[in-house]
């Protein structure tokens, strides 16, 4: 079993839908909760950054954290055509260094048809 | 741009040869990390250096992958013996150094090494 689960894609929505994207973890020592966003040959970049438990919103996106359930979720609100990408869960525990080593989902290809 | 470079973009080579895969970090990164990403699959750990050494290399597959930064900026990741199973995008991404949870620690990528072996 992965430490890190992400519901299978493809996800095809209407424009202006809401989207839900999830994962799920098994390692308890992650603290770090990330979501990445990654466009076709593209490599990925960050969308969202939560630590330990609870919600974070920016705009149109709410990144949600649930470490009782080891349960993470992004939400996308009034979805574009230019939110179609590849949507990369990734998490970290603490370190000792100074740098963190992020463990992926594999990843929820979404689809914003216009 | 300032951005993370990789080189080549993309190299296909023959079972069994040589590659060298370069990524030019972010100035002022001292963190440069290299991932893996399989067709349809997430980013996998490689190896992640903190200035010149490599702090945490434990995700090498095996002793035929092997990384450098000799001058804490520029990278090199050799793969030696290349067999099919090889055949991946490989990511670079540089970070600052962290300060604590407020800091995302947020990694910057590049656009990737595609290897192909046949």
């Known amino acids: 079993q992965k430490e890190v689960e992400q519901d299978p894609g493809p996800l095809s929505v209407p424009e202006g839908a809401i989207v839900s994207l999830n994962c799920t973890y098994s390692?308890?020592?992650?603290?770090?909760f990330m979501w990445y966003r990654q466009y076709s040959r593209k490599g990925p970049e960050l969308l969202m950054y939560?630590?330990?438990?609870g919600n974070k919103e920016d705009g149109r996106f709410t990144a949600q954290v649930d470490k009782s359930s080891k349960y993470i979720s992004l939400f996308i609100r009034d979805s574009q055509p230019s939110d179609s990408a590849t949507y990369l869960c990734?998490?970290?525990?603490?370190?000792?260094?100074?740098?963190?080593?992020?463990?992926f989902g594999s990843g929820t290809q979404l689809t914003v048809l216009p | 741009g300032a951005g993370v470079s990789q080189t080549p973009s993309n190299k296909v080579t023959e079972k069994g040869k040589y590659v060298e895969l370069r990524c030019d970090p972010i100035?002022?990164?001292?963190?440069l990390y290299w991932y893996r990403q399989s067709l349809g699959q997430g980013p996998e750990f490689l190896i992640y250096?903190?200035?010149?050494?490599?702090?945490?290399d434990s995700g090498l597959p095996n002793d035929r992958f092997f990384a450098v930064r000799p001058e804490g900026s520029v990278s090199t990741l050799k793969i030696q013996r290349t067999e099919r199973g090889d055949s991946a995008v490989y990511l670079c991404?540089?970070?600052?150094?962290?300060?604590?949870?407020?800091?995302?620690?947020?990694?910057?990528f590049g656009e990737g090494s595609r290897l192909t072996v046949l």
């Open positions: 390692n308890s020592a992650f603290q770090y």
């Open positions: 250096f903190q200035g010149t050494g490599a702090a945490d």
């Open positions: 939560t630590y330990s438990s």
């Open positions: 100035s002022g990164h001292t963190a």
């Open positions: 990734a998490m970290s525990a603490e370190t000792s260094g100074s740098a963190r080593q992020l463990t």
């Open positions: 991404a540089s970070s600052l150094r962290l300060a604590g949870p407020s800091n995302t620690g947020e990694l910057f």
